[in-house]
């Protein structure tokens, strides 16, 4: 029998989705200077609270998490409050959304906040800070033990803030190239401490944060987004294989809410993978509710969900081009085409 992505679909037979289509999580730099959302920000999710669930763009736990202008954060009451005017206007048109919790690591920049620039370790990254090309990146801070329990309980009370702030639940941001993935990467991490070196210590503080966020909001309503073979922001090594072959199954075990592949292009082969897609890989090693994602039509999705290669759609450009996408593909209306000035643009 096959499966409608228009049909709802319940995450871990606790939260009901209307339907299995998502909305990716997509990085806009729309909050204002203190990183509080805004009634642009409002307008923007709302019109798209039709599809299942709403992942919100990335969302700084702590100041020094901020490498991107003006992106939202989740630690001040006002950001809490804005959030919550987000979420009113989302559920008030009957949709879900879930928060997802950040931070930039080795790709922050101490222009936006006072303090170092934190690491896994004093491995820098090339290039500038993205609209602000004339912030070029500096040599990071390695954490110290001390700095890693303060950032898991900081990753613990953003989620216990998202919940005042209505959110549904929260996605963690363990990929491209950020906090978390640094440490799941030789390239950024060479550590030889408990956090470095070995499968289960490059792992140790991606699971560290999600116990605490699960201690916080319940596994329910606790997601994880990773990229094992996407390399941005970092170079690809083949041993990198064998930290998420020991990181699926013990997130497996936590009975998550959802894993959320993280790539900007399913088709895509790495050698790091055995030349596995993202979604190939990630279903191999994980058996729980899998979000796919990256350049997928509604139909190229449907197909791949009925082929059992990942049970729910993560749509991004198309949303922001078409910000009623989900009654576009009901009613047979043509999708107007993403284009890049569309970035730039509220819709």
Known sequence: MSIDLLSPFKLNNSIELQNRVLMAPLTRCMADDNL???????D?????????????????????????????????????????????AVHANGGKMFAQLWHVGRVAHPHFFDGDVLAPSAIGVE?????MRELTYITPKPVTTDDIKGLVADYAKAAENAM????????????????????LHYAANVREDEYGQT???MSRFALEVTDAVIDVVG??????????????NMSENSRDKAIFDYLLPELEKRD????????????????????KTTSEFLRAGYQGTLVGVGS???????????????????????????PDYISKIKNGEEVTAYSDEMLAELK
Do not use: C
Not at 46 to 73: C, F, H, K, M, W
Not at 168 to 183: K, P, R, T, W
Not at 219 to 232: D, H, K, Q, S, V
């Open 36 to 42: 509080v959302p805004t009634q642009d920000m409002v």
């Open 44 to 88: 923007y999710y709302a019109r798209r609270a039709d599809v299942g669930l709403i992942i919100s763009e990335a969302t700084i736990i702590r100041p020094d998490a901020q490498g991107y202008p003006n992106t939202p954060g989740l630690f001040t009451s006002e950001q809490i409050q804005g959030w919550k005017k987000v979420t009113d």
């Open 127 to 131: 290039g500038s800070v993205p609209r």
């Open 164 to 183: 005042e702030a209505g959110f549904d639940g929260v996605e963690i941001h363990g990929a491209n190239g950020y906090l978390i993935d640094q440490f």
């Open 199 to 201: 499968p289960e210590n």
């Open 219 to 232: 596994n329910e309503r606790t997601a994880m987004r990773l990229t094992p073979g996407a390399y941005f």
């Open 256 to 275: 998550l809410a959802y894993l959320h592949g993280g790539i900007f292009d399913d088709s895509t082969r790495f050698d790091s993978l055995e030349g």
């Open 296 to 322: 997928y039509s509604f139909e190229t999705a449907k197909e791949a969900i009925n082929d059992a290669k990942f049970d729910l759609i993560a749509i991004g450009r198309p949303l922001i081009a078409n």
